[in-house]
């Protein structure tokens, strides 16, 4: 079963404080975070099977690309006004001391380019940047259909639902 095999590359991961906690905050729109890091992990998983690159570098780089945002005040000092824009080192500094492998280091780095300067260079860091791009579109896509179901005023924004 193919989840279980991604799962079973992250299993330690799913174990984290810090990773459950992403349940809590907004990624894009309705979807939370740990929904998106899942679904860029999984996503990013696979391409690299179809790629063949190292499926276990992609699904861990995809599930902690974005392990962190601005929501954590101790670690915004790469932030400027409260932007995210530089959530990617804040993310790749975590798992650096978390002892993740340098290939995975590379991918989280390198998945919002380019902003960052830093192209994508392994093709398990194309894997987790096209699975970001593709499932933050989806992200809103569903966004959009959960508060077209419920009526929410706001059509994006709100509080987390699946
Ligand atoms: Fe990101
Ligand atoms: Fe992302």
């Given amino acids: 079963m193919r989840i279980r095999e991604y799962e079973h590359y992250i299993r330690d991961l799913l174990e984290l404080d810090d990773i459950q906690e992403l349940r809590k905050t907004h990624a894009h729109g309705r979807r939370d975070r740990f929904v998106h890091n899942y679904a860029v992990g999984k996503l990013a998983y696979r391409l690299a099977r179809l790629l063949n690159g190292n499926a276990t570098i992609a699904a861990r780089a995809g599930f902690l690309h974005d392990w962190y945002h601005g ?23 975590a798992a650096a001391n978390y002892g993740e492998h340098t290939e995975v280091l590379h991918a989280i780095r390198t998945h919002f380019w380019p902003w960052g300067r830093v192209a994508p260079k392994s093709r398990e860091a194309w894997a987790v940047w096209m699975a970001d791009n593709l499932v933050w579109v989806v992200d809103y896509w569903q966004s959009a259909k959960i508060s077209l179901r419920h009526g929410y005023q706001n059509f994006m924004y709100g509080e987390v639902s699946q």
């Fill in 71 to 93: 929501h954590r005040p101790e670690r915004k000092r790469f932030s400027f006004s409260g932007s995210d824009q530089h959530h990617f080192r804040i993310s790749h500094e």
